[in-house]
């Protein structure tokens, strides 16, 4: 199974260094990992340096994967060339640096995935057609069909309703079981975190601030300390934790 540890990893912007000293234990493939952190502490810079797209110090170590496509990143600005169709757009995705030759299986593989994520039938809609939540979906198609061994989604679903936010996460977990696929997952809402990712990660102002089993990150201490929310985290009456905002810290 594939693993990902990340040792002192930084990130700089020209001179500007953005992020610094980011330091994991060994991410499991088989789960998701969520990344957290306030508007612009860095989590969209790290996937960047992971993804080799923004340079800086440090090392990334990657076990049981090896090749230009192990690790696949998903941008949070979902726009695309607007003339493709959905299928093409997918489809463009998948044979990308392989050769122009579309072998049934992938062609199968393409159909399971946008049925997976419920939208067989925009199929043969142009992208600059749909709408936010639409455009986020195939953007998450069009990184599966990849078959990435480290996935990195930047907030993937900030544009979608409260059904398919669920169906994706639950999606998504079930992909990493079934593949061994490790996902890297960057998220705003901590009940997602709390829900589906095994391990969280805390980035603040460029800096890891926590690590480890989301059960044991996410707290009260925190969330005051990081995101400046006095919050409890509950279980709830169906034994799942959840998070509880009460009011801004003092
Ligand atoms: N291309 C760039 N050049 C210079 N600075 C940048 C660039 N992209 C991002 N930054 C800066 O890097 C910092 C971290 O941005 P980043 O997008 O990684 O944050 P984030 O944690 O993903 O934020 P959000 O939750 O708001 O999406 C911000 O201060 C941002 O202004």
């Known amino acids: 199974m594939v693993a990902i540890a990340l040792e002192g990893l930084g990130a700089r912007y020209g001179r500007n260094t953005i992020l610094s000293d980011v330091q994991t234990g060994s991410l499991p493939g088989g789960s998701l990992t969520a990344v957290i952190g306030p ?18 110090p440090g090392r990334i170590h990657l076990t049981g994967a090896e090749g230009e496509d192990a690790i696949r990143y998903m941008p949070q600005d979902t726009g695309g060339n607007a003339v493709l169709t959905v299928y093409e757009s997918v489809l463009l995705a998948a044979k990308q640096g392989s050769g122009w030759r579309v072998a049934d299986h992938e062609l199968g593989e393409i159909d399971a995935i946008l049925a997976a ?3 067989g039938d925009l199929s043969f809609r142009g992208l600059g057609e749909l709408s936010g939540g639409q455009r986020q979906l195939v953007s ?3 990184a599966l ?5 480290v996935l990195l989604m930047d907030e993937p679903t900030s544009a979608l309703d409260l059904y398919r936010q669920i169906e994706v996460l639950d999606f998504m977990q079930r992909r990493a079981r079934e593949t061994g696929m490790a996902v890297l997952i960057a998220l705003h809402d901590l009940n997602h975190a709390l829900r589906y990712c095994e391990h969280t990660i805390v980035i603040a102002d460029g800096r890891m601030r926590a690590g480890g089993a989301t059960a044991e ?34």
Do not use: W
Request: with cysteine; proline share 5%.
């Open 140 to 142: 998450i198609a069009q």
């Open 39 to 56: 508007n612009a502490a860095g989590k969209s810079t790290l996937f960047k340096r992971i993804a080799g797209l923004v340079t800086g």
């Open 217 to 250: 990150v996410i707290t009260p201490a925190m969330l005051r300390e990081i995101y400046r929310v006095e919050a409890r985290v509950e279980t709830c009456s169906r034994g799942r934790p959840h998070l509880i905002v009460d009011n801004t810290a003092a």
């Open 145 to 149: 069909v990849r078959r990435p061994r």
């Open 117 to 119: 994520l419920q939208i």
